[in-house]
């Protein structure tokens, strides 16, 4: 028996961190709109100045997800359930780098 990061765990950490990144993409389009014209410079400035920190935040929070997801993503390559293996490399671009040479120090995937 080997010891190491559950594979059923990372794939359920990956598809929350997607489901996060969703929700703060969809808090950033909420915030935005909430963009209100006061009339009184200062206190506009005042408002603008709070939800771009506010935008900034949740934005951050989305880029952070987004790195985490690779990583997480390694682990989550071991053998499922039903005694096949999940693909290894990134699916965001169709074929990864791994499929395409079959090694894996292409993509920068450690096994």
Not at 67 to 74: A, G, Q
Not at 79 to 91: C, E, L, Q
Request: aromatic fraction near 2%; charged fraction near 25%.
């Amino acid at each position: 028996m080997t010891l190491g990061a559950d594979p059923v765990l990372a794939r359920a950490l990956v598809s929350q961190l997607d489901a996060m990144r969703a929700t703060v993409l969809a808090g950033e389009d909420d915030v935005l709109a909430c963009l209100v014209v006061t009339g009184e410079p200062r206190p506009q400035r005042v408002l603008d100045d709070w939800l771009d920190q506010v935008t900034d935040t949740l934005r951050a929070i989305g880029e952070t997800a987004s790195d985490l997801t690779p990583s997480v993503n390694r682990w989550g390559d071991g053998p499922r359930s039903d005694g096949s293996h999940a693909r290894r490399g990134r699916t965001d671009a169709g074929s990864s780098q791994v499929e395409r040479t079959g090694n894996s120090a292409d993509a920068g995937v450690q096994p």
